[in-house]
């Protein structure tokens, strides 16, 4: 069983704060997104990383992909109110029949106050 | 519509009652995903649907959850002898062809309560 801890389950930080949020497992996984959620909706896709290693920015959001591939990371740089959500990790698995199947991390509940 | 939508959107229901949820995916996706996710948590994966089949139903948690996809379109979710247990966002998602690091598109989620 592949499993992905992500850390921490809440967050509370004030406007223009920095950020880094966890996402680790002991399984090795083909790629990882993060998604973000917002109350009422379903989890939107932020990022997709594929490659041990792998830096992306999306704006004030850098993600990263670990060399082996079994971790990640998210950072915010000055944290805002509108960043406020659930921040989900979710790894792929590649092959069999896990073939487009997502496990997910517990979320990451982020709140910016201003 | 040009995004993933399910019905109901709330449904309460008493213990031991079926209930049946519809996902609508966007059209042109091949791939299915049926999640389950509690109150501000992360999402458990149910079943994969590629097509009308389903390679994966690792995830169903019972004999009591079923689901079939028709058309290679639209899915339902069903739950018999629904328990309190069962409480949750059931959430259905879509993809273009089934890759793992293909973006899943979800919809907005059922809301199931079971008193």
């Known amino acids: 069983t592949q499993l992905l801890e992500q850390s921490p389950q809440f967050l509370s930080i004030q406007e223009g704060e920095n950020l880094t949020v966890y996402c680790n497992s002991s399984s090795v996984f083909s790629s990882l997104q993060w998604y973000r959620q917002e109350p009422g909706e379903g989890p939107v896709l932020l990022v997709t990383?594929?490659?041990?290693?792998e830096v992306k920015k999306l704006k004030r959001l850098t993600f990263q992909f670990g060399d082996a591939r079994k971790d990640s990371s998210l950072h915010i740089t000055a944290a805002q109110p509108g960043d406020t959500g659930l921040y989900l990790c979710?790894?792929?698995?590649?092959?069999?029949?896990?073939?487009?199947?997502?496990?997910f991390g517990q979320g990451t509940i982020l709140t910016v106050h201003p | 519509g040009a995004g993933v939508s399910q019905s109901p959107s709330n449904k309460v229901t008493e213990k031991g009652k079926d209930v049946e949820l519809r996902c609508d995916p966007i059209s042109g996706h091949t791939a299915l995903y049926w999640y389950r996710q509690s109150l501000g948590q992360g999402l458990e994966f149910l079943i994969y649907?590629?097509?009308?089949?389903?390679?994966?139903k690792s995830g169903l948690p019972s004999d009591r959850f079923s689901a079939e996809r028709t058309g290679g379109s639209v899915s339902t979710l069903t739950i018999q002898r629904t328990q309190q247990e069962d409480s949750a966002v059931y959430l259905c998602?879509?993809?273009?062809?089934?890759?793992?690091?293909?973006?899943?598109?979800f919809g907005p989620g059922t809301r199931l309560l079971v008193l």
């Open positions: 990383v594929v490659t041990g290693g």
């Open positions: 649907f590629q097509g009308n089949s389903a390679p994966d």
């Open positions: 979710a790894g792929g698995y590649a092959g069999g029949t896990s073939y487009g199947k997502l496990t």
């Open positions: 998602a879509s993809s273009l062809g089934g890759l793992e690091r293909e973006t899943q598109y």
